[in-house]
Every structure is written in structure tokens, then in C-alpha cells.
């Protein structure tokens, strides 16, 4: 499996609230790439969509929802900075960013009390968002880099578009800071096309329940709970292939999946994904294999689920 696109997103600077440059770069590889898919997708973006996109396949019946933002910082009053989602810490990690005066690379400081700042030559503007350095790797069988949460599930997406007849892919925002983005999305995919199906294609983490290697994570619940009627019909579907996957069982964390199960609308969710160490660092680490049998398992589930 070629991860060289995975790597270029990977090092895109997207936090929550500043999409916009994983919007672009997005919108120009599905514009370049499709023609070679087997299926030519409607491409909606813009207006009311703000900065998500919405691929549109054949007849859908299920939507795939990945969330295209990352952790980070805002630069506050002085060298302060404000946690953008839930980003582990320590001092020394290299963050990179742009204002105004040009771009920036700077080191994490945490004081004693606990408090996170920056060191750099010079102040910063107020306002500006900062994300950490990018150092991807692929070695002894594992993926590792910053933002595999959730650039690996927006690559899962893109390798299902390949042959995907029929479907939705939305490319969602604000996840890591709120939701954002999905309910409306959501609402359009609904009003639309009537789709209600909906799986979310996020990263999880590695616990002592689901361990790296032995398969994508089929979540039964985290701090929300899916319908047990839809998540039946997916282990159904997962146990008739030869995919290896764990069945996750949490009673914390969150997803697009969340905000769906919110909304005033009708969607049936599941959130599958691979498992990762490290999370929200620098460091976030996969085993390649758990990628492989993600993309196969949405293969199959996207042609059989209605």
C-alpha cells in the first residue's frame, strides 16, 4: 500500500477551524485522480458547506464520514497558548505555523503549574494557530506521524472512492473542537439523496481491549451508543469476510458519529476504525496491517449495507 498521500496530508497545516488548506489540497487530488476511479463522483462544496466536501457516488444508500481536522494550539495574549481539542504535551515538541510576518517553527514550553506556552525568536501574532511538526514514518510494519487522527481516516475515504459504485463520502470539519460541521451535513446528504446510513472513518485508540495488529475496531460504543439493530447488521457482514477486527467497548470518547446521533435526524452510525498509540502527539503510531483491513472492510460495507 502506497501511503505517500497520506504523508503530504499528514504535513498540511488543518486544525480545527482552519480546514481550508486540506479543503484545497482535497478538491485538487479528487479533480485530478477521479477520471481513474470507477465511478465519477458529483463533487458539492462551498456555500453553506463552508469548508467540508461532499463526494456523491451512483445511487447511495450508506455515507462514509471522515473529519479532516487535527489537534493544535492558538496563540494567545504573549507567548500563551490555548489548546485546540485535546493535544498532549510536552516541552520541546516543534510546532510550525504562519502569520502574518511569515512562517514559524517554535518549541512547546510547559511550566511547572501546568501552563503551555512557546519559546521563539520573536512574538508571535495573537490569534495564530499552531499545529506540531510533521516526521512520518514507515517502519517494522507501523505508520507513524502526527494527525494519523484523522488524515487516516480521510485516506481510508479516498482509497474506498477508487471503486466505490455507490455511496456518499463527506469530508467533515471541527470534529476535534465540537462537531461542527456534520449536522448540516447530515441534513443535506438526508434532504438530498435520503441517505441515513452513515459509517464514520476516525482513528481510535489503542486500549487494553483492542491492541495494534489485530485488526480495524468495530466501535459497539465509546460515550455514544449506536443503534444495535445497524451494528448487528455490520458484525454480520464483518464475520461473513475473512477481515480480521476487534469489537471496541469504551465509555468515553466521541466522534462525527456523536453528532449525528444528536441531530434531530434518523442516521444509523457506526464508527470503524484502526486503533493508534501515542494519541494526539507528535508521535501517533498504526500497524499498517490494521489500515489494510480498515479499506477492505468499508469495501465490502459499502457495497452490502442498505
Not at 470507477?38 to 462514509?64: H, R, S, W
Not at 494550539?73 to 515538541?93: A, D, M, N, R, W
Not at 485516506?155 to 473542537?177: D, Q
Not at 481491549?209 to 451508543?225: E, H, T
Amino acid at each position: 500500500m502506497d501511503f505517500s498521500v497520506l504523508n503530504k496530508m499528514c504535513n498540511i497545516h488543518a486544525p480545527s477551524g482552519s480546514e481550508y488548506l486540506m479543503t484545497e489540497f482535497l478538491l485538487d487530488f479528487i479533480k485530478k485522480e477521479n477520471k481513474y476511479w470507477k465511478t465519477t463522483p458529483q463533487i458539492i462544496f462551498g456555500g453553506d458547506l463552508q469548508d467540508a466536501i461532499i463526494l456523491v457516488f451512483g445511487e447511495p444508500k450508506t455515507a462514509i464520514f471522515a473529519h479532516m481536522d487535527s489537534v493544535g494550539f492558538t496563540v494567545g495574549y504573549g507567548s500563551k497558548l490555548l489548546k485546540i481539542g485535546g493535544p498532549q504535551f510536552e516541552s520541546g515538541y516543534k510546532l510550525f505555523g504562519e502569520d502574518s510576518q511569515g512562517k514559524i517553527e517554535c518549541e512547546l514550553f510547559v511550566d511547572e503549574d501546568g501552563e503551555i506556552s512557546y519559546t521563539y525568536h520573536r512574538e508571535i501574532e495573537r490569534g495564530t494557530t499552531l499545529t506540531f511538526k510533521c516526521n512520518f514514518k514507515e517502519d517494522n510494519g507501523y505508520i507513524e506521524s502526527c494527525f494519523l487522527d484523522n488524515r487516516l481516516g480521510v485516506f481510508n475515504a479516498l482509497k474506498i472512492a477508487e471503486t466505490l459504485e455507490n455511496g456518499i463520502i463527506c469530508f467533515s470539519c471541527y470534529e476535534e473542537h465540537g462537531g461542527g460541521s456534520t449536522q448540516f451535513l447530515g441534513k443535506y446528504i438526508y434532504e438530498n439523496f435520503k441517505v441515513k446510513n452513515a459509517l464514520i472513518s476516525d482513528i481510535t485508540w489503542v486500549t487494553s481491549g483492542i491492541q495494534p495488529g489485530n485488526g480495524v475496531a468495530i466501535s459497539m460504543r465509546d460515550s455514544g451508543i449506536p443503534r444495535r439493530k445497524f451494528l448487528n447488521k455490520i458484525i454480520k457482514i464483518a464475520n461473513k469476510s475473512d477481515i480480521p477486527y476487534q469489537l471496541e467497548v469504551e465509555d468515553s470518547g466521541g466522534s462525527d458519529g456523536n453528532i449525528l446521533h444528536k441531530s434531530s435526524l434518523p442516521f444509523d452510525w457506526c464508527f470503524i476504525g484502526a486503533a493508534e498509540d501515542n494519541v494526539h502527539t507528535p508521535h501517533e503510531k498504526v500497524a499498517i496491517e490494521d489500515i489494510k483491513s480498515m479499506c477492505l472492510l468499508y469495501k465490502i460495507l459499502m457495497k452490502e449495507l442498505d
